[in-house]
């Protein structure tokens, strides 16, 4: 009988492992662009913004479009559903599926350094909740910030940056102003260089690029 119990707590701690091996697999979303591949991972502690996104892709939905929003330093941007073979002229900015997703803001463990995948949204005044975008996201690139200008946003923003955060803001590069604001639920794991190649490419008034940058395809990838 003692043996039997220990066999069963054993498959118990077996299939306990397991599960949380499982829980903490990251799914990975190869995005083929006009101007290279640009590989991302989703974090679990972001599920609801992970699921989403997991939907989209397999739904399709972010085929054809573009990357319309595009500063030098700052970030890229795309989801924009209008943006599917939208002419030059046209503005973009605005598209949407009809809905928005819950604000899953995890900070300070998720930070706006170089290569995070983040949720576009609304402003303050008309998103108070910070909701997100059903579709639209950004990868940030932004720019390198010495020890002192970290010091002064920490004055005038009242807050502390982490060890962390302060090293790979200097070394790395980064959005800080946009912290604890906008939910981060990925990170670029391969293609920073074709994020590159697209942030400075030259653009209109409207930040949009004067020639499309086209996703091709958006695919859920093993590895």
């Known amino acids: 009988m003692k043996k039997l119990f220990a066999i069963c707590l054993l498959l118990v ?33 972001t599920p609801l913004h992970r699921d989403n996104f997991i939907k989209n892709v397999k739904e399709k939905r972010y085929d054809g479009l573009l990357f319309h929003r595009v500063i030098k330093q700052f970030m890229i941007q795309g989801g924009d559903i209008d943006s599917k073979d939208a002419p030059i002229e046209k503005h973009l900015g605005d598209g949407d599926p009809g809905y928005t997703i819950p604000a899953e803001i995890v900070y300070p463990k998720y930070f706006h350094k170089r290569g995070m995948l983040c949720a576009a949204r609304t402003s303050d005044e008309e ?19 010495t020890e002192m200008e970290l010091d002064k946003m920490e004055k005038s923003d009242n807050k502390t940056f982490t060890p962390e955060e302060r090293q790979a803001y200097m070394l790395e590069g980064g959005a800080p102003h946009l912290d604890n604001k906008y939910t981060v639920f990925g990170e670029v794991v391969k293609g920073m260089k074709v994020v590159d190649k697209i942030q400075f490419v030259e653009t209109n008034e409207e930040d949009r690029p004067l020639k499309n940058i086209k996703i091709k395809t958006m695919t859920i990838v093993d590895k």
């Open 13 to 45: 701690g077996l299939l306990t492992s397991v599960h949380l091996q499982a829980q903490d697999v990251e799914t990975l979303v190869l995005i083929d662009t006009d101007m290279g591949k640009i590989k991302v991972k989703l974090f679990n502690d």
């Open 127 to 145: 998103n108070p909740e910070r909701a997100s975008s059903g579709t639209q996201f950004y990868i940030v690139t932004g720019k390198f910030y």
